[in-house]
């Protein structure tokens, strides 16, 4: 496997030899290299460099070409750029031999990364996403954290991170008293046969938690007896770490059966809740309130900050441990910290968490920030992310004014994906299984796209129907550029096959196709560096469209220039498809090969 540089950078670093051959007096400028509308790319440097040199920026453009290898003037037998004009005020405008692109991409199919680099310094991230609660239903809150997160751990592993991925579950607190001796109090409530599925596992759960809800409202004995519970949780007791436990693993059933729905791989050993930190908590604190950080305010040990206030100008604390010697979501997090960054070494921690929480990690992470459990060697980054609206703008709920089931949700977008592979089924020979399957690849694609091609810290709009359309910015289109290629590949006659064809020249619409390919690397850059997966899925949305407009000019089977257009243009067809799928694959949507 070797990387394979871009166009782009191999026209940046030639750029950059000829301004320090024709100005040795400007150093180590940068001609500031981009894509342009008037050629392949414009290098706009000269104007910078004109000021700090004092001299015209058409003229010592004029020199930089005079040093720059070009088709038409150079002996190279495979030259990089084909043509280099002076524009406008000394902006060089560079075209690309079309043998460099197709050489270039022939480098990068003949590499199964596709000549993408890893990362130069890759590093240890933690990241906390996918944070379900014990005993209570998934929503459509929960869908964000676990397809955005997803997402990233995907990109960050292909640029070869070392990724912990950390599911910090709500499995602690007060409900639990009043679940637990609910149980103890009604033994046989959740008897059955191991909870086969995910459904019956969450209808024993909602059973149970209605029933101790209702008698904790009522009965004011029962509702003390819940409380002592937790003391004794808190303490360790047998019995009720046992019942907890089975609280614990019988809400897992249920996660994992809604994950496995969205298509995403969720590990045991990932699932660390909030309990997973208990041990921790006491010494946390002391060592807030021994370094001074934390201070005693009205009982409870608080952080105070200069900049976060209350509407009437008082200080808004982060309160660490409240005064009745309860612990804090606080504490947790602190505590996290500490373990993530001591027992695990990460380098960044990353938390794919709701906007609306941004104010309570901001106050978290300068906490640790100040104790020095994060600083220059370590990092804290909030993914903060939107919500889902319904088509009317406001937060997606049910028509009864409840919060959607995620599960609910999940199921009718497979349904309604479904239908519409139903519909094409004819030409395609699908049996009921297959149809079927592709309707869980083509729905859950489309939620997982709809949310991923948004920037995460927009609120988006879930519309079904314009998910699983075919036409626009959705999942389903770029599938099905997939398997039009994919088509194409198979309809191939013996004898053709996909090889590239260097001294061919390339189509307006082949070009095009071809540099947006070679942005591939650089763009994974970008998106890992950012943790933006809206970034991949605007490449891979343009990409698809350039596909569709040089499959209607440029006939590929029936090429006119014979053979080796015939080859060229099925290769083409072949990394482009690698591409999508490579893409795809990184944001967690699947690719049929028919659809």
């Known amino acids: 496997m070797a990387s394979v540089p871009s166009l782009a950078a191999t026209v940046h670093q030639r750029v950059a030899d000829a301004l320090s051959a024709a100005l040795p007096e400007a150093g180590s400028a940068d001609p500031l290299l981009r894509r342009s509308d008037r050629a392949d790319f414009q290098a706009n440097g000269m104007l910078a460099l004109a000021k700090k040199l004092k001299g015209n920026p058409r003229e010592l453009a004029s020199k930089v070409v005079a040093h720059l290898p070009v088709a038409a003037t150079s002996a190279d037998p495979d030259p990089v750029i084909a043509d280099i004009e002076v524009s406008g005020p000394g902006f060089l405008n560079i075209s690309i031999a079309d043998s460099a692109i197709t050489a270039t991409l022939a480098a990068r199919a003949a590499d199964e990364r596709l000549g993408v680099p890893y990362a130069e310094a890759p590093g240890t991230t933690v990241i906390d996403y996918a944070q379900p609660n014990v005993a209570k239903e998934m929503h459509v809150g929960h869908l964000r954290s676990a397809v955005i997160g997803d997402a990233v751990v995907r990109i960050l592993e292909f640029a070869g991170e ?41 209808s024993n759960l909602n059973r149970l938690y209605k029933a101790a809800r209702a008698l904790f409202d009522s009965d004011p004995e029962f509702k003390e007896r819940s409380r002592r519970r937790v003391v004794d949780l808190q303490a360790g007791d047998e019995e009720t770490i046992a ?24 590990r045991d050993p990932d699932v660390v809740g909030e309990s997973g930190y208990n041990d921790m908590l006491a010494e946390t604190c002391r060592l807030l309130e021994e370094s001074g950080v934390a201070v005693r305010s009205e009982g409870a040990l608080c952080v105070f900050f200069d900049d976060i206030k209350g509407p009437e100008g008082n200080p808004v604390p982060l309160i660490v441990r409240k005064s009745d010697g309860g612990f804090g979501y606080a504490a947790t997090d602190l505590s996290a910290i500490r373990d993530r960054v001591r027992n695990l070494k990460a380098d960044t921690l990353l938390y794919v968490v709701d906007a609306r929480q941004s104010l309570h990690f901001k106050m978290v992470f300068e906490t640790a920030r100040r104790i020095g459990w994060l600083g220059d060697r370590v990092h804290a980054v909030q993914l903060a992310f939107g919500t889902v609206l319904g088509k009317d703008g406001k937060p997606f709920k049910t028509r009864e ?32 299984e297959e149809i079927l399957e592709r309707g869980a690849q083509v729905g859950i694609g489309a939620v997982k796209y709809a949310d991923l091609s948004t920037s995460a810290a927009r609120d988006y709009k879930f519309d079904l129907d314009q998910m699983v359309s075919l036409n626009g910015d959705t999942s ?29 020249p390339l189509a307006p619409a082949e070009r095009a196709l071809g540099l947006h390919l070679d942005q591939f690397g650089e763009t994974l850059r970008d998106v890992a560096a950012g943790f933006e997966p809206h970034k991949l899925a605007g490449y891979l949305y343009q990409l698809a469209s350039l596909y569709t ?47």
């Not at 959607?404 to 699908?430: C, I, N, Q, Y």
């Not at 770029?478 to 260097?502: F, K, T, V």
């Not at 990394?575 to 944001?587: D, H, S």
């Open 549 to 595: 407009t040089f499959y209607d000019q440029c006939p590929v089977l029936k090429a006119e220039g014979g053979p080796a257009q015939v080859e060229n243009r099925l290769f083409l067809c072949d990394i482009t498809a690698r591409t999508l799928r490579q893409g795809m694959t990184l944001l967690g949507i699947r690719t049929p090969e028919r659809l």
């Open 162 to 202: 070392k990724v912990i991925r950390r599911h910090h579950i709500g499995d602690w607190g007060t409900q639990f008293g009043m679940l637990i001796q609910y149980l103890i109090e009604h033994p046989h409530e959740l008897d059955h046969k191991d909870a086969a599925s995910g459904q019956e596992a969450m």
């Open 401 to 432: 004014g409840e919060t959607v089931r995620l599960e609910d949700l999940l199921d009718e977008a497979t349904e309604r994906a479904a239908a519409v592979v139903r519909e094409k089924s004819e030409k395609l020979g699908l049996t009921e």
């Open 476 to 504: 389903v289109y770029l599938q099905y550029a997939y398997a039009r290629i994919q088509s194409i590949l198979r309809r191939a006659e013996e004898g053709q096959r996909p090889l590239a064809h260097p001294e061919l």
């Open 243 to 266: 019942l907890w436990r089975k609280f614990v693993d019988e809400s897992k059933i249920y996660f994992y059966s809604v994950f496995d729905k969205l298509d995403i791989e969720i």
